[in-house]
């Protein structure tokens, strides 16, 4: 099974995106992990992809993104880019791989394009990451910055609680995207910060702006999958829309297949292959004779 571009579609690219922002057109972000919700998100016409490190709960079943892995996330990567040929697909830079050192950080970048045929790469964090920004761009690799609730950071900041709640939070973390910006960042996700603070922002930088729990006024939004499709039977978080509920229609669905095997009534007729006759009648024939 492959995927080709379609005539009318082009690849997006970070052109596409500045194109947006300067159009004042929304841009459409959501995670993916494997290569069917990537073929579905890419039909459904999302403009970016990213296989962020919220895989480590919503996949692998961690309580946070902190024991997530490069092998994890090129490992999924490579499953996205087999799924999406349109959407730009951005990979995620797990925990420590890129804030022990520059060069370490330019060649974990540089394994997600190489090996795992991502577009960009996304990574956390403000003032203390501008060397290794502006490094990773120097490689000729596209970085996404983010800011607000960063969750490798949820440790520093006793949680996933909300950032820039005050005045000088706020201030912060404006003039921490003015510094990503002139690093070389093509585009920043800001994650449960006020919308007021994130329109700002939005405002002032010439980059697109993704939001997340950020309010309405970004250049664009990103949700995780699972909470969009409402993959589990708790409540995802505030600021994520569920749009159906995935986990009711699979669980009916498997409870309907569990019950019809105990029953009996699958595989029925129809589900079933038949030898002809006179293939059995000779089947019969050779098994006799060894018995």
């Not at 571009?5 to 494997?34: C, E, F, G, S």
Request: hydrophobic share 40%; glycine share 8%.
């Amino acid at each position: 099974m492959t995927t080709q571009i379609t005539p009318d579609r082009k690849k997006n690219t970070v052109r596409t995106l500045r194109q947006k922002k300067k159009n004042r057109t929304p841009i459409t972000m959501i995670t993916a992990y494997d290569f069917p919700s990537a073929l579905l998100v890419d039909q459904a016409g999302l403009d970016v992809i990213l296989v962020g490190d919220s895989l480590g709960m919503v996949v692998l079943g961690y309580e946070n993104t902190l024991p997530v892995t490069m092998q994890d996330m090129l490992h999924h990567c490579k499953a996205v880019a087999r799924g999406a040929k349109h959407a730009m697909l951005v990979g995620d830079m797990p925990f420590l791989s890129y804030q022990v050192s520059v060069s370490e950080a330019v060649c974990n970048a540089g394994r997600f394009l190489q090996e795992a045929g991502m577009d960009a790469v996304k990574l956390e964090g403000g003032s203390e990451r501008l060397d290794a920004i502006r490094a990773i761009n120097q490689a000729g690799i596209p970085v996404m910055g983010h800011l607000g609730l960063t969750p490798q950071s949820v440790q520093q900041f006793g949680g996933f609680v909300m950032q820039g709640k005050n005045a000088e939070a706020a201030a912060h973390i404006y003039f921490e995207a003015l510094r990503l910006q002139e690093a070389g960042c093509f585009s920043i996700v800001l994650e449960s910060i006020p919308s007021q603070v994130a329109g700002a922002i939005s405002q002032k930088l010439d980059i697109p702006t993704i939001g997340i729990g950020a309010g309405a006024d970004c250049d664009g939004q990103v949700l995780v999958l699972h909470d969009v499709l409402g993959w589990f039977d708790q409540p995802g978080p505030s600021f994520a829309k569920t749009y159906t509920h995935i986990h009711t229609i699979i669980t009916s669905a498997l409870e309907s297949y569990r019950g019809e095997v105990e029953h009996q009534t699958f595989p029925g007729s129809d589900y079933s292959r038949s030898m002809n006759d006179q293939e059995w009648e000779k089947f019969q024939e050779l098994i006799e004779t060894h018995t």
